[in-house]
């Protein structure tokens, strides 16, 4: 199994915030080891790539990491938040944006991508406010 480490020459400062936190964070399917004691520290503000061969876990992280996974053993924090807690899930939730491989499939080609953005905000109940304020920040994000 690969381990995560950070590009040479990249520390991470003791002051600086964390995004995510996995501690020893394994799971798997069956018999199937995805993801094997991963410890790993992104730093808010960070940009980072996964990049690998299909079946390593690279999906499963992403999926542990948006809450759309449930965890089975270790620990994971994101944003400063215990996702094993059903509360900090739905916390966290409220500030991650996450689209699964193959997901994209049920996104619908005929509407563009801001009314892609509003249909699904208004599918989740969000009100107009709310879909209008994360429809700016998703396209800002993004590009």
């Not at 399917?29 to 520290?41: F, K, P």
Request: charged share 15%; net charge positive.
């Amino acid at each position: 199994m690969p381990t995560l480490e950070p590009i040479e020459g990249h520390s991470t400062p003791e002051n600086t915030a964390l995004a995510i936190n996995l501690e020893g964070v394994s799971y798997h399917y069956g018999a199937v080891q995805a993801l094997d004691q991963v410890t790993w520290r992104i730093l808010a503000g960070s940009r980072v790539g996964l990049i690998g061969p299909d079946g390593v876990g690279k999906s499963t992280l992403l999926a542990l990491i948006s809450s759309s996974r449930a965890m089975q053993s270790g620990r994971l924090d994101v944003l400063g938040q215990n996702i094993a807690h059903k509360s900090a899930r739905a916390k966290v939730c409220q500030s991650l944006a996450y689209l699964p491989q193959g997901l994209g499939r049920n996104l619908y080609p005929a509407l563009s991508v801001g009314e892609n953005i509003d249909f699904f905000g208004r599918l989740f109940g969000l009100g107009q406010q709310d879909r209008q304020a994360r429809r700016k920040a998703l396209l800002q994000a993004t590009g």
